[in-house]
C-alpha cells in the first residue's frame, strides 16, 4: 500500500503522480458535447442527462482537468438551521440557530438540478422536516429534476400524512435517527420527542409503501450507543423487522461537544466504559439482525476480551468510571445499573 | 449467544478510503469534480471534514454555472482539481489521502496541512478591489506590532502580516465591502481601522474617550489610506452626524461600557440609513461581568444587580446573550441581522465539564445568590466554562410595522 507510512510533513508526503484508478466509459468529448448541449438548448430533464454528466465528471476527474464543464454529481443542501430535537449526545441548541431557510426560489433558479444524481437536504445540525415549506421545497425540487435521488437523515417526529405523500413519491433513501429501542430510553436520550409519535409515523409511512407498492424510500435506522441503550439493542431487529426498516446504522458515542441549553452524555456513559457489556451486546444485535433479516450498515466493534478491564487485571476494575448520574436518566429503571454488567 | 468475535484490524487511513485499501487500488479523491455542499450561508465545501469554507454560491443559472467567477470554477478550484494526485497537491488533501486525519497522533500534521491548504486558498482567491498599501508592507514589521489597549493580557498582534487575512475575513464576513460611507465607533482595536478603509470609500473614525483618535489615523495615513476622517466624541451631547449619513457602522463592543449621558443605539440608528448595517463587534456576554468579579474588580452586590437586570446596552454595564438579541435591538427601531450569523465566544475550560448548569440569565442570577455557589465559583477552573463571553452581531433597520412584513418568530 503506497504512501501510508508515518513521514513528518504534508510537503514530504506529497504523491509523485497517483494515478486515478480507472477509465471511464466512452469518450470525454462525447459526453462532454451531450452535456454542453443541454445547457445550451435547456434540455428537459431526462435520466441520460444525469448519466452523461456522471461520465463527464468522471472524465474530467480522470484527466485531472481543472475547469470543468460537468454539474456536481452529489448536491448536499443545508436548507433550515433549526432542530426540534435535543439529543443527550448532540451539541445542537437554538443558540446555533438563526432559523433561516432555503427559498423555493433558490431552488426554482437552479435550472441544473437536472444533471445531479442525488440531493441530500442535510447539512449541519438540523433536522429537515422542520422547514416550514419543506413539502413545497421538496416538490420545487421535484419539479427541477424528476429523475434525481433524494435522500434525507431524519428524527421522524414531524412526517405528517402530506410528508409521507411527498416521502415516498420522492425519496429513495432515508435515515431515521432512532437511539432507542425502547420508549423510556427514547424519551430520555432525544427529549421532548415522544416515541409513540415516532413509531406511529414510522407505521405510517411503512403503510403508504405498502399501499403504493414500492420499497422505496428504503429506510435504516440510526443509533447512537451508549452506556444507556446498549442492552436493549438486541431488541431493536424484531422492531425495525415490524416497521419494514431494511437497515440499521450503530455509531458508538463520541463525547465532543457541549450544548448550552443542557449537560450532555459525558466519557462515561460511552460503550468504551462497559465493554463486556458492549460486547455482549454486539453480538446478540448481529445475532437477532440476522435472525429479523435486517442489515448491518456497518461491522460493530469488538473490545478484545483479553484486555477488557476487570476481567486479565482486577485491579483496573477499581478504575472503571462508575456512571454519573445525568438528568437524562436519573429516573430509576432507565438505562443499565453497574452492577448488572459486571454480570454478564 | 455464541456469534464470533470477529478481529477488526484499522489500516492507518483515512476512513474514506478503506475500501480502495482492502480492494488493493491506490486512493485517488473524485469528490472535487462529484461533490458539492452549500450552507444556509452559501458557504461550501468539497467534503465533510474539508479545511475551510469556500467562495460562497450564488445559486447560478446553468448557464452562469461555469464562469471563473462562479464558485464551481473558482481559481481554487480549478487548482485542486488540476492537481490532485500531484506534488503540487492541496496539503490537506495529501495528509487526507495518505495517513488517517482524524487519529490523535497525526493532529499536528494535519494542523499543519490545513494552515499550508488555508495560505494556497487565500493566494488563489479573487480579492476585492483594496485601497492603500497594507499589503506592500515589509516584513519584520518591528514598527508596526500593535498593542491593543486596555486588554488585560497584552500582547502585541501583527494585524499587516501575520494576521492580515484574520481581519479581512472579519470585515468580510460582515458585510463591509465597498460601502461609500463607513463609522467607526470606538478605536480601543486600532488595527481594524486600514482594514475598514481598505475596503471603503471613506471611513469616519469616532472616538467616546479622544485617547486613540491621533495615533489610528496616523497609522491609516502610513498605509496610503488618506479615505478617513477623524471625530472626537468626548462630551458630545449627541452624535454629530446627519440623519441616515452612514451606509454601515462598526461599533467595538467595549465602546458600550464607556459612560455618555445620551443613549447609544437610537443615535447609531439615527445615522444609519434605511439598508444599512449596524456590526457590534464583541459586545459583552454576562460571563465578562463574572470573570471581573472572580478578579475583584467589582462587587458581589454589583454583579447580582447587574445579571439581575437582564441584558441590554443602554448603559455601562451592558451585556448581551445570544438569546437576547432580538428584544434588545427592538426597543431601538433595530433588527437582529439573521442573513449574518452570529459569533459567539464562550469561556472554555479545555473538556465539556462546567459549573453553570444552565446559562439562562434567570438561572444564572439565582446561582449567584447561593454563597456556596460563589466559593466555587472562585476556586474552580471551570468556573466560567460554556458562558458567553462576547457576542458579534449585525443589526439592521426594523421595517415600519404598516411595510407588510411580519416579524419572523425566533429560532425554537
Given at each position: 500500500m503506497p504512501g501510508t507510512s508515518a513521514i513528518a510533513t504534508p510537503t514530504d508526503r506529497r504523491p509523485v503522480r497517483r494515478a486515478h484508478p480507472r477509465k471511464p466509459p466512452g469518450h470525454y468529448e462525447h459526453w462532454k458535447n451531450i452535456v454542453e448541449e443541454a445547457v445550451r438548448t435547456n434540455a428537459p430533464p431526462s435520466p441520460d442527462l444525469i448519466e452523461a454528466n456522471v461520465n463527464l465528471g468522471d472524465w474530467e476527474a480522470y484527466l485531472g482537468?481543472?475547469?470543468?464543464s460537468s454539474f456536481p454529481v452529489n448536491l448536499h443542501v443545508t436548507?433550515?438551521?433549526?432542530?426540534n430535537a435535543r439529543c443527550?449526545?448532540?451539541?445542537?441548541?437554538?443558540?446555533?440557530?438563526?432559523?433561516?431557510r432555503l427559498k423555493v426560489e433558490d431552488i426554482e433558479r437552479a435550472?441544473?438540478?437536472?444533471?445531479?444524481r442525488q440531493l441530500n437536504p442535510?447539512?449541519?445540525?438540523?433536522?429537515?422536516?422542520?422547514?416550514?415549506?419543506i413539502a413545497e421545497l421538496l416538490e420545487a425540487v421535484r419539479r427541477q429534476a424528476p429523475f434525481v435521488e433524494m435522500g434525507m437523515t431524519t428524527?421522524?417526529?414531524?412526517?405528517?400524512d402530506r410528508l409521507i405523500n411527498v416521502i415516498v413519491a420522492y425519496f429513495k433513501r432515508m435515515i431515521v435517527s432512532?437511539?432507542?429501542?425502547?420508549k423510556e430510553t427514547y424519551e430520555a436520550t432525544?427529549?421532548?420527542?415522544k416515541w409513540d409519535k415516532t413509531i406511529d409515523n414510522l407505521r405510517r409511512l411503512r403503510d403508504a409503501k405498502r399501499s403504493q407498492k414500492?420499497?422505496?424510500?428504503?429506510v435504516v435506522a440510526s443509533v447512537v450507543t451508549h452506556r444507556h441503550n446498549l442492552e436493549e439493542l438486541p431488541e431493536l431487529p424484531e422492531l425495525l423487522k415490524e416497521l419494514d426498516i431494511e437497515g440499521l446504522r450503530i455509531q458508538p458515542m463520541a463525547v465532543r461537544m457541549m450544548a448550552t441549553d443542557r449537560q450532555l452524555m459525558t466519557?462515561?456513559?460511552?460503550?468504551q466504559s462497559v465493554p463486556r457489556l458492549a460486547n455482549w451486546s454486539f453480538r446478540a444485535l448481529e445475532a437477532n439482525c440476522d435472525k429479523f433479516g435486517i442489515r448491518l450498515t456497518h461491522a460493530l466493534p469488538v473490545f478484545d476480551a483479553a484486555r477488557l478491564v476487570g476481567t486479565a487485571?482486577?485491579?483496573?476494575a477499581q478504575a472503571l468510571p462508575a456512571a454519573r448520574t445525568t438528568t437524562l436518566f436519573?429516573?430509576?429503571?432507565?438505562g443499565v445499573p453497574e452492577g448488572q454488567e459486571q454480570a454478564r | 449467544m455464541n456469534a464470533p468475535v470477529k478481529p477488526r484490524h484499522r489500516p492507518p487511513?483515512?476512513?474514506?478510503?478503506m475500501k480502495n485499501y482492502y480492494t488493493g487500488r491506490e486512493p485517488f479523491c473524485e469528490w472535487p469534480w462529484d461533490d458539492l455542499f452549500v450552507n444556509l450561508s452559501n458557504d461550501t465545501r468539497i467534503?465533510?471534514?474539508?479545511?475551510t469554507k469556500l467562495q460562497p454560491f450564488d445559486w447560478p443559472t446553468a448557464k452562469d454555472f461555469?464562469?471563473?467567477?462562479?464558485?464551481?470554477?473558482?481559481p481554487f478550484m480549478q487548482y485542486m482539481r488540476k492537481n490532485m494526485?500531484?506534488?503540487?497537491?492541496v496539503p490537506f488533501c495529501t495528509v487526507c489521502l495518505t495517513v488517517?486525519?482524524?487519529a490523535p497522533a497525526n493532529k499536528q500534521l494535519v494542523a499543519k496541512a490545513k494552515k499550508e491548504s488555508l495560505e494556497l486558498y487565500r493566494s488563489l482567491q479573487a480579492k476585492p478591489a483594496l485601497h492603500g498599501t497594507i499589503d506592500a508592507v515589509e516584513i519584520p514589521l518591528a514598527d508596526w506590532q500593535l498593542t491593543p489597549d486596555?486588554?488585560?493580557?497584552?500582547k502585541p498582534v501583527k494585524p499587516f502580516s501575520t494576521s492580515k487575512y484574520i481581519y479581512r475575513e472579519m470585515v468580510q464576513r460582515w458585510g463591509?465591502?465597498?460601502?461609500k460611507k463607513v463609522l467607526l465607533a470606538?478605536?480601543?482595536?486600532?488595527?481594524m481601522a486600514p482594514f475598514l478603509a481598505e475596503m471603503s470609500d471613506h471611513v469616519v473614525l469616532a472616538d467616546f474617550?479622544?485617547?486613540q483618535l491621533a495615533a489610528t489615523q496616523q497609522i491609516c495615513h502610513a498605509l496610503g489610506l488618506d479615505n478617513v476622517s477623524v471625530s472626537d466624541l468626548r462630551g458630545?451631547?449627541?452624535?454629530p452626524y446627519d440623519d441616515a449619513s452612514f451606509d454601515a457602522i462598526w461599533i467595538e463592543g467595549?465602546?458600550?461600557t464607556v459612560d455618555r449621558p445620551w443613549p447609544l443605539l437610537p443615535e447609531l440608528r439615527r445615522v444609519l440609513s434605511q439598508d444599512g448595517t449596524l456590526h457590534l463587534h464583541e459586545s459583552p456576554g454576562p460571563g465578562r461581568w463574572i470573570e471581573k468579579f472572580i478578579a475583584g474588580e467589582i462587587s458581589h452586590r454589583d454583579l447580582v444587580d447587574n445579571i439581575a437586570r437582564g441584558?441590554?446596552?443602554?448603559?455601562?454595564?451592558a451585556f448581551v446573550t445570544r438569546q437576547s438579541l432580538e428584544t434588545v435591538l427592538v426597543k431601538a427601531g433595530l433588527k437582529f441581522d439573521r442573513s449574518a450569523p452570529p459569533g459567539v465566544a464562550r469561556y472554555s475550560?479545555?473538556?465539556?465539564?462546567?459549573?453553570?448548569?444552565?446559562?439562562g440569565i434567570k438561572a444564572i442570577a439565582r446561582s449567584l445568590q447561593d454563597p456556596t455557589f460563589l466559593d466555587r465559583l472562585r476556586a474552580e477552573?471551570?468556573?466560567?466554562?460554556?458562558?458567553?463571553k462576547c457576542i458579534s452581531f449585525n443589526a439592521i433597520q426594523k421595517p415600519p410595522k404598516d411595510s407588510g412584513e411580519a416579524d419572523e418568530p425566533d429560532a425554537m
Open positions: 482537468i481543472g475547469k470543468v436548507i433550515t438551521d433549526v432542530c443527550g449526545f448532540c451539541g445542537y441548541s437554538p443558540d446555533i440557530s438563526t432559523n433561516r435550472d441544473w438540478l437536472k444533471f445531479c442535510n447539512g449541519g445540525l438540523n433536522e429537515p422536516l422542520s422547514h416550514p415549506q428524527n421522524a417526529s414531524l412526517m405528517s432512532l437511539n432507542a429501542a425502547r432525544m427529549p421532548p420527542l414500492t420499497d422505496l424510500p428504503t466519557d462515561a456513559e460511552t460503550i487485571d482486577p485491579e483496573h436519573s429516573a430509576p429503571g432507565i | 487511513l483515512s476512513r474514506e478510503w467534503c465533510c471534514s474539508f479545511f461555469h464562469k471563473e467567477t462562479s464558485m464551481w470554477n473558482s494526485g500531484t506534488p503540487d497537491e488517517d486525519k482524524r486596555g486588554a488585560s493580557n497584552d463591509f465591502i465597498s460601502k470606538g478605536l480601543q482595536r486600532k488595527a474617550t479622544g485617547k458630545v451631547a449627541r452624535l467595549r465602546s458600550l441584558p441590554r446596552i443602554e448603559d455601562r454595564n475550560s479545555g473538556d465539556e465539564s462546567r459549573l453553570f448548569e444552565d446559562f477552573p471551570r468556573a466560567l466554562s460554556g458562558l458567553e
